[in-house]
């Protein structure tokens, strides 16, 4: 009896982890299915709703973006279509101007795609000057403060480093990645999963590695939001140097300040 009960748990636990691992994998092609409407069949949707149904669904897209801004979450396509857009989704296109519009004229933001592999959006201060002051050099947040920091380093290595330096400098600066920290809690949480959610960095496996061990990267909100010049200008003042002294960084500083404007991914 009791062996049946624990074959029984064994299936249902099996059929479970299918049913999970189905659904993970539904929800990452929900993008797959959704095709973007032609302009002959934006104009044939808009002809089927009031200007009030597409302001009103307008304003829902609008405020789901404000909504994931607060916590500088990407916008996924998918997740818009499915969750804000619906049944609307023949004039997708028309609802994204309109959003644009809105952010552009009422907000002072810009919305832009940092992959346009899987369609993510996000949204940045298009007040903020050309040249990438950007808001994570805002001295109210301490938690931008730190980001800052990290993605220096990253920069001055090379634009690849291993998690232990990233840790072992942090300790440096006592913010122990073992320890609550009473300004950011779990470190270690905030780095790893926070700031690589909200795509400031990338934290990427190292193959072949035992034990495991990760390496982080920048990530494409900080190629579009972070002026490398900046940092460069920061560690000058830190170290008492001129920044041409790092040429390769202010090689490559200098060649991306130019093209890269709010809008591109430098990658």
């Not at 009896?1 to 659904?23: E, I, P």
């Not at 202010?250 to 709010?262: I, K, L, M």
Request: hydrophobic fraction near 30%.
């Amino acid at each position: 009896m009791s062996q049946r009960k624990r074959l029984s748990n064994t299936q249902s636990s099996s059929q479970s982890k299918r049913q999970s691992g189905a659904s993970a994998a539904q929800e990452e092609n929900d993008d797959t299915t959704f095709t973007q409407p032609s302009t002959s069949q934006v104009q044939r949707g808009m002809q089927k709703l009031t200007p009030a149904q597409v302001d009103q669904k307008t304003a829902e897209v609008v405020q789901y973006f404000l909504v994931k801004d607060q916590k500088k979450i990407p916008v996924r396509r998918a997740d818009l279509v499915k969750h804000v857009v619906k049944e609307y989704r023949t004039i997708y296109p028309e609802i994204m101007k309109r959003a644009s519009r809105t952010f552009d004229q009422v907000f002072g933001l810009k919305m832009i795609e940092i992959d346009a592999k899987n369609h993510m959006y996000i949204l940045i201060n298009k007040l903020e000057p050309g040249d990438g002051a950007s808001p994570i050099k805002s001295p109210t947040n301490p938690k931008m403060g730190l980001l800052f920091v990290i993605l220096s380093v990253i920069f001055m290595k090379g634009g690849v480093v291993r998690e232990n330096l990233i840790w072992n400098t942090l300790k440096k600066l006592r913010v122990d990645p073992g320890e609550k920290h009473e300004e950011f809690g779990d470190i270690k949480k905030v780095v790893a999963d926070e700031f690589v959610r909200q795509r400031y960095l990338e934290y990427v496996r190292i193959p072949h590695t035992e034990p495991v061990e990760h390496e982080f990267r920048w990530g494409q909100r900080a190629d579009v939001e972070i002026s490398k010049t900046k940092i460069l200008e920061f560690m000058g003042q830190l170290h008492e140097q001129d920044p041409q002294s790092w040429s390769q960084q202010y090689r490559e500083a200098h060649s991306v300040s130019g093209s890269t404007q709010p809008g591109s991914s430098s990658r």
